[in-house]
């Protein structure tokens, strides 16, 4: 297959797999998913869904999350990991939000970059999820699945976002970022992975992941 062919067999095959696509982390809104995708870093979604019902059993919103002090937060979240930064940057980013933005979350990603604790993947997450703009947020699924589908050289996720961006329309990228780590759970994980059950790779794999597997 020429890249173009690899290209359109990735959409398909995951359009049929996945004709609708659950968003991994639960939110209400803009907020709460900002959030979540905060405290996902270095986290399971699984684990980011379990905790933050009690965080927002006690503030869903910036203004009950400043009446918090930055230890009750790191306290809850805890479990997620890297609570001393996370707790820091939940409860600055709150701030900001209520000084700057009348408590709401900027809907740019320019913005959203600028609060704490917040990074270009964090702020695509939120602008795909919760605001519908077209974004490619790249996690370790989806760098590890570009480059094992030859699509990518694998080098950094930014190079990674870059490449998506450049051969998927852009129509899909929203829905495609969400297939694919979708994807990556269940037929192409980093550890315990069975060539058979991966479809995709098995049938355009770049030959030194092949070559290593088979």
């Not at 609060?115 to 964090?122: D, E, I, N, Q, R």
């Not at 094992?148 to 694998?154: I, M």
């Not at 490449?163 to 929203?174: H, M, Q, S, Y």
Request: one cysteine or more; a positive charge.
């Amino acid at each position: 297959m020429n890249k173009q062919e690899r290209v359109t067999f990735v959409i398909n095959t995951l359009k049929e797999l996945y004709p609708t696509i659950p968003i991994p982390l639960d939110h209400k809104d803009p907020y709460t998913l900002l959030i979540a995708v905060l405290l996902s870093a270095q986290c399971t979604d699984v684990r980011v869904n379990q905790i933050t019902p009690l965080l927002f059993a006690k503030a869903d919103n910036p203004y009950d999350m400043v009446k918090l002090s930055v230890e009750e937060i790191k306290a809850i979240i805890r479990p997620c990991g890297l609570s001393p930064m996370k707790s820091k940057g939940i409860y600055g980013l709150s701030q900001i939000l209520i000084e700057k933005h009348n408590g709401q979350v900027p809907q740019s990603f320019e913005a959203l970059e600028e609060l704490p604790a917040v990074g270009h993947k964090t702020a695509s997450v939120v602008m795909s999820q919760a605001f519908g703009v077209p974004a490619f947020p790249v996690d370790t699924h989806i760098h590890r699945l570009m480059y094992r589908w030859n699509l990518t050289n694998g080098k950094n996720v930014v190079q990674t976002e870059k490449d998506a961006k450049r051969i998927f329309p852009e129509e899909l990228w929203n829905e495609l970022h969400l297939q694919i780590i979708w994807y990556g759970r269940e037929y192409s994980p980093a550890r315990g992975w069975d060539i058979e059950k991966d479809i995709i790779t098995k049938t355009i794999g770049r030959k030194t992941v092949l070559n290593k597997v088979l």
